[in-house]
């Protein structure tokens, strides 16, 4: 629930001004850090080994905006705050999956003349979509 009104707060603001300021990105550190001690007070070290494997996808993000600047941070640091929460398995769910919702919408704003391919479109609301479609497949 807490990570749905995080995602939406997010999305909507890149929508809008297709940046989103550290500090609210930072502000996720919040949840990742309670879910990870909790995790880690549960399952031992292994649950800390489990959420620093599930940033991977996050990093991954973050190398690709920082060597090529076609992804922004932002996407890199909110996949690693929520992978964290997530399994690594999770984490690549969403991000295939967003990255799917992204495709489609590209897809379907050049089919209508809405995008050209030098368009550039926010990825939070991917991420936030991909989030909570992962979550109605694995119910």
Known sequence: MVWGVYLATLSIWDIRTKTVPLPLLLAGGIPTLWQMAKRVQDGGTNALVAALLGALPGILLLF????????????????AELGTTLTVTGALGVLCLACFCSALFSIAGLA????????????????????????????
């Not at 690709?64 to 996949?79: E, N, P």
């Open 64 to 79: 690709l905006a920082w060597s090529t600047g076609k992804v922004g941070y932002g996407d890199g640091i909110l996949m």
């Open 112 to 139: 209508m003349k809405r995008l050209t391919k030098k368009s550039t479109i926010p990825f939070l609301p991917f991420l936030a979509a991909g989030y909570g479609l992962g979550l109605l497949i694995s119910r």
